[in-house]
């Protein structure tokens, strides 16, 4: 058989293609990447998947194990050569309680289907060997090189030795031959003990009632009289036990009923949940107490966007306040330096006020230089008369200008300031500069309060964006899980919904459980009370009371007593001791017994040593054949460092170093040549377990891990040369597998 492409949707494998070649195959991926996922998805491909198993403590089922990560349904599609032609193999799940189990082969290319073909013999039809004989030979697994005794190997084996049937199992018959012999006799246990001791103690009694029967022949007449007298009384008693056990086989009928319809409704109510795939209430209640959560993080995402709201309002406000300033647009910076220049001006005074200052300052001016002159008059020794005349005017007409002059400059300046004083009331309403400077002052502080109010939005607001998050997360994780088991959950309420009508349904079956429990305990308490083998259901109610009829019988039995004080005692010891006759039959019949089950025992132990003789002479037929097969694989590992190597019937190896006379146990050599010795034995196996004729692939799932770097290529040469005679996977985490083979036409090398 020849593999050619597998694509699968099984486990964390999604539609993924898988494409291999004739001989050596290195297929390299990380650890957790699916190499263990297409092993198994090739076994279940070939022998399909086990419905029936159930998850147990410790191990997970295949079907729940390799279910797809994505909730969807198991598939895959397989195409190889086999038997001289192209199949294409498919699997798909119609119904979740049966994965793969949807099958299909065809030619390839064709849709002819190949006849005979079916999902239940595929494996054993293309590979010519059962699901446990290919698991403990083909399929070589990290976790599973040492070979395991298995009666489907230990039957393959007997029918390659022998005539060829395959329904044999020396261990599975020997088991039984043993089970049998262990129920007749083990240690002091077992029918023929038990059926001895019976026996010697049923002798002793009849050795005992022979004795006593002849003493009680002399008595019995002095009481026949009183006798019928009890017997008549034991009757009615009798009579009272036959209607008591009546009403109790009727009870016991109507508790049985309960019991089992009880049970009839557990079955029912789990079969339902198993099929709808209702989770358990730890699982339940884990999802709704997630559910409830969702409440306490909804209140916190509509708090955050309350407090993100009252920030965006409180930012409006101070954005309002800093916009309504006579500074708004500017920086608090410039805001201040424009409120200081103004108060550099100054408001000059009335009009009149200057004028009049400038005039005087003009007079005094001029009164200044009429002095300087008449005293350069008096120092000439110049009459003053001389120079009036032209002094006086000029001097005059210089004063006027100049004084005009200064007028009109200082007019100007006083028109500007009060131009500027009107844009200053304009802007600011007022032009004190103290009132500017608090406008300014005032400015900045709602500059600085925006500018908070806007650090407290961004914070709240990502407060808010966190916990909607974290909302949304929680809420896909729950309904991810939710849908698991019910795909139309799409929203909380409708998940919330669907758990508690799980809760419901988990509930009906406990309740359904515990009216079971109590039911079966009704019913053991009354089989504890005793229920008669058989009784008259037709039977009528005693005349009289079980009390008066028990008192009247204590009566007749003192007088009976009186009367035959010595008969009544041996009377009790033979009643005690049974009658002589029956004693005697017991004991005949035991002796019979005890000889029958002895001849059985003889006969048992005598075919187990003949069937433990045969399969020694199988085993030593085969033994020799594989231990060497072994050895040579094993020499050609370890590179000639082992010259022997040795199977028992249990498949333990033993091995032997080259120039050691002494076989070593396999536990005493090192991890790394323990690993050799059981892949050269799986190797040895697959060599001549396996049909020639339908050469089957060899799959190693990381079974040269453990391998350093000398074994692993020893290895790798000998799986190269098998693989000229039949395909060879190697999965591997490792590059050196995929590293040494760089180069080499004639290995497959891929990596995941």
């Given at each position: 058989m020849l593999i050619q492409r597998m694509s699968a949707v099984f486990g964390r494998l999604r539609n993924e293609t898988l494409q291999l070649q004739d001989g050596l195959n290195i297929i390299e991926a990380p650890n957790e990447t699916g190499k263990s996922?297409?092993?198994?998805?090739?076994?279940?491909?070939?022998?399909?998947?086990?419905?029936?198993?159930?998850?147990?403590?410790?191990?997970?089922?295949?079907?729940?194990?390799?279910?797809?990560?994505?909730?969807?349904?198991?598939?895959?599609?397989?195409?190889?050569?086999?038997d001289g032609a192209d199949l294409t193999i498919t699997r798909a799940t119609r119904r979740q309680t049966a994965p793969m189990a949807d099958f299909q082969a065809v030619y390839t290319s064709t849709a002819s289907p190949v006849d005979g073909l079916t999902g239940t013999n595929c494996g054993e039809t293309l590979l010519g060997v059962s699901r446990e004989v290919f698991e403990r030979s083909a399929f070589i697994r990290q976790s599973g090189l040492a070979i395991t005794q298995d009666a489907g190997l230990e039957r393959r084996v007997a029918s390659l030795i022998s005539s060829g049937d395959e329904d044999t199992s020396y261990t599975e018959a020997y088991d039984a031959l043993k089970k049998q012999l262990n129920r007749r006799r083990f240690n002091k246990s077992g029918q023929l003990p038990a059926l001895e001791a019976e026996l010697a103690e049923v002798q002793q009694q009849l050795d005992s009632s022979v004795q006593l029967q002849q003493q009680l022949a002399d008595a019995l007449e002095r009481s026949q009289s009183l006798e019928s007298d009890v017997q008549a009384l034991s009757d009615e008693l009798a009579q009272h036990d036959q209607w008591e056990a009546a009403q109790k086989r009727r009870q016991l009928a109507a508790l049985t009923t309960d019991a089992d319809?009880?049970?009839?409704?557990?079955?029912?109510?789990?079969?339902?949940?198993?099929?709808?795939?209702?989770?358990?209430?730890?699982?339940?209640?884990?999802?709704?107490?997630?559910?409830?959560?969702?409440?306490?993080?909804?209140?916190?995402?509509?708090?955050?966007?309350?407090?993100r709201d009252e920030a965006m309002k409180a930012?409006?406000?101070?954005?309002?306040?800093?916009n309504d300033s006579p500074f708004a647009g500017q920086t608090?910076?410039?805001?201040?330096?424009?409120?200081?220049?103004?108060?550099?001006?100054?408001?000059?005074?009335?009009?009149?006020?200057?004028?009049?200052?400038?005039?005087?300052?003009?007079?005094?001016?001029?009164?200044?230089i009429f002095a300087l002159l008449y005293s350069q008059l008096s120092v000439l020794s110049l009459p003053l008369f001389q120079l009036v005349p032209w002094a006086l005017p000029a001097l005059a007409a210089a004063v006027v200008a100049a004084a005009g002059t200064y007028i009109s400059r200082q007019y100007r300046q006083h028109a500007l300031k009060k131009l500027c004083n009107i844009a200053l009331m304009k802007r600011f309403g007022t032009t004190d500069t103290n009132e500017i400077t608090a406008f300014a002052d005032a400015y900045t502080a709602a500059?600085?309060?925006?500018?908070a109010a806007q650090a407290d939005l961004?914070?709240?607001?990502?407060?808010?964006?966190?916990?909607?998050?974290?909302?949304?997360?929680?809420?896909?994780?729950?309904?991810?899980?939710?849908?698991?088991?019910?795909?139309?959950?799409?929203?909380?309420?409708?998940?919330?919904q669907v758990l508690r009508q799980a809760a419901q349904r988990r509930k009906a079956l406990s309740e359904a459980q515990t009216a079971a429990r109590e039911a079966q305990v009704r019913l053991d308490l009354l089989v504890q009370q005793g229920i008669p083998d058989s009784c008259d259901m037709e039977s009528t109610p005693p005349l009289r009371s079980r009390e008066t009829v028990a008192d009247a019988l204590a009566q007749a039995q003192v007088q009976l007593a009186a009367a035959r004080s010595a008969t009544d005692r041996l009377t009790g010891q033979l009643h005690a001791m049974g009658d002589p006759d029956g004693l005697r039959a017991s004991a005949e019949s035991l002796q019979?017994?005890?000889?029958?089950?002895?001849?059985?025992?003889?006969?048992?132990?005598?075919?187990?040593?003949?069937?433990?003789?045969?399969?020694?002479?199988?085993?030593?037929?085969?033994?020799?054949?594989?231990?060497?097969?072994?050895?040579?694989?094993?020499?050609?590992?370890?590179?000639?460092?082992y010259t022997a190597a040795a199977l028992d019937r249990s498949f333990h190896l033993t091995a032997r170093p080259a120039g050691d006379p002494i076989d070593r146990d396999i536990q005493l050599l090192s991890a790394g040549a323990a690993d050799q010795l059981y892949l050269s034995a799986r190797l040895a196996i697959c060599e001549l377990v396996l049909p020639s004729e339908k050469s089957i692939p060899i799959i190693l799932d990381d079974a040269l891990t453990n391998f350093d770097d000398e074994r692993c290529a020893a290895a790798l040469r000998w799986l190269k040369q098998a693989a000229a005679h039949r395909q060879i996977l190697l999965f591997t985490c490792h590059s050196r597998e995929a590293d040494f083979f760089a180069g080499d036409p004639e290995v497959a090398v891929q990596r995941l």
């Open positions: 996922t297409w092993c198994a998805f090739l076994t279940a491909m070939l022998y399909g998947i086990n419905s029936r198993e159930r998850d147990k403590a410790g191990f997970i089922a295949d079907k729940n194990r390799y279910a797809p990560w994505d909730g969807g349904s198991m598939s895959g599609r397989l195409e190889c050569h086999a319809t009880a049970a009839q409704r557990v079955h029912s109510l789990t079969q339902q949940l198993e099929e709808d795939r209702v989770p358990d209430m730890e699982t339940i209640g884990r999802l709704r107490g997630a559910i409830v959560n969702l409440e306490t993080v909804r209140k916190n995402v509509e708090k955050a966007r309350t407090d930012l409006l406000r101070a954005e309002k306040n800093v608090a910076e410039s805001a201040r330096k424009e409120a200081q220049g103004t108060s550099s001006d100054r408001v000059p005074g009335p009009i009149a006020f200057r004028e009049l200052a400038i005039f005087f300052l003009f007079l005094a001016a001029a009164g200044g500059v600085e309060v925006r500018d961004n914070t709240k607001s990502t407060t808010a964006d966190a916990y909607y998050n974290t909302l949304t997360t929680n809420e896909q994780a729950i309904l991810l899980e939710v849908r698991r088991f019910a795909p139309a959950a799409f929203d909380i309420p409708t998940a919330d019979s017994q005890t000889g029958q089950l002895q001849e059985e025992y003889d006969a048992l132990r005598l075919a187990m040593d003949t069937l433990t003789g045969a399969n020694t002479v199988l085993q030593n037929r085969f033994s020799p054949q594989l231990s060497r097969r072994t050895a040579e694989i094993f020499h050609e590992l370890t590179e000639g460092r």
